[in-house]
Nanobody
Framework: QVQLVESGGGLVQPGGSLRLSCVASTSINYFTYLGWYRQPPGKERELVAAITRSGITHYADAVKGRFAISRDNAKNTMYLQMSSLEPEDTAVYFC???????????????WGQGTQVTVSS
């Protein structure tokens, strides 16, 4: 079974940056679509960013211009570079394999433990 493991979260001040990593147990080229989700306290999980095998990216409006998703095939790793962080970005962040359904993305893998990101002064 393919596994994805998230890491890189932590406590950061508003305006700061963090880079999250998602390491795959197999070649990352296995995945046509990959994405980052987040679940803020007391709220539902939401898609933050997605990336295709060819490197095409998509972002939620709330993070456009601040977050950047990328994948390193040699390291079997996907990243989420987060900048200009805001308290509203506080959440547990998860990575998952996606599928495209019409113009939307849906998660199709099992969820890992995620990595906690807390933005606070």
């Amino acid at each position: 079974q393919v596994q994805l493991v998230e890491s890189g979260g932590g406590l950061v001040q508003p305006g700061g940056s963090l880079r999250l990593s998602c390491v795959a147990s197999t070649s990352i080229n296995y995945f046509t679509y990959l994405g980052w989700y987040r679940q803020p306290p007391g709220k539902e999980r939401e898609l933050v960013a997605a990336i295709t095998r060819s490197g095409i990216t998509h972002y939620a409006d709330a993070v456009k211009g601040r977050f950047a998703i990328s994948r390193d095939n040699a390291k079997n790793t996907m990243y989420l570079q987060m900048s200009s962080l805001e308290p509203e970005d506080t959440a547990v962040y998860f990575c998952n394999e996606l599928r495209r359904v019409n113009s939307n993305y849906e998660p199709i893998g099992s969820w890992g433990q995620g990595t906690q990101v807390t933005v606070s002064s």
